[in-house]
T-cell receptor
């Protein structure tokens, strides 16, 4: 079975600071992708960043980066220079089987 | 414009009254899926489909049915809704390549009284 676990139901960060959201997963596949999605209050789902398992280099998209630890099956999301617009629910996902974690609510304080 | 549409967006119904939530995508995607989103539980997959006439159960299929007669449509059917099916429902589609993102519909908020 493929599972995705997000152990932080809620996180807070001060504007302009850095925050890390945790995700662990389990899969029997040898090659796979991992995604982070953002869901703002509008409820739309926005792909933030993706990582391919066989690539050792951590993915980066502007202020968003991941720390991918394949052996530990860990896939955390780091948001640098946090902005008010980053406030949302964040989901970690295994796209091959369309499995999502429970989500982490990120609050950004001004 | 590439999109996934769902109808209705909001629905209030009563226990036992059959309902269908439609989902349609215009991107010629093979994969389509239905999720329900509940507080603290994230997105849980109800059913998914890898292609026309091919459907499989997800994590929480009980009380739901789906069909995939055409590539673009993937309706979700609640034959006899119950209050524990009150939730926010999302339809999604994606290309067969797993590195491609899923496209999500706008969501359907269902209340079963």
């Amino acid at each position: 079975a493929q599972t995705v676990t997000q152990s932080q139901p809620e996180m807070s960060v001060q504007e302009a600071e850095t925050v890390t959201l945790s995700c662990t997963y389990d899969t029997s596949e040898s090659d796979y992708y991992l995604f982070w999605y953002k869901q703002p209050p509008s409820r739309q789902m926005i792909l933030v960043i993706r990582q391919e398992a066989y690539k050792q280099q951590n993915a980066t998209e502007n202020r968003f980066s991941v720390n991918f630890q394949k052996a530990a099956k860990s896939f955390s999301l780091k948001i640098s220079d946090s902005q008010l617009g980053d406030a949302a629910m964040y989901f970690c996902a295994l796209p091959s089987k369309l499995v999502f974690g429970a989500g982490t609510i990120l609050r950004v304080k001004s | 414009e590439a999109q996934v549409t769902q109808n209705p967006r909001y629905l209030i119904t009563v226990t036992g009254k059959k309902l269908t939530v439609t989902c349609s995508q215009n991107m010629n995607h093979e994969y389509m899926s239905w999720y329900r989103q509940d507080p603290g539980l994230g997105l849980r997959q109800i059913y998914y489909s890898m292609n026309v006439e091919v459907t499989d159960k997800g994590d929480v299929p009980e009380g739901y049915k789906v069909s995939r007669k055409e590539k673009r449509n993937f309706p979700l059917i609640l034959e006899s809704p119950s209050p524990n099916q009150t939730s926010l429902y999302f339809c999604a589609s994606r290309d067969r390549r797993i590195q491609e993102t899923q496209y999500f519909g706008p969501g359907t908020r269902l209340l079963v009284l």
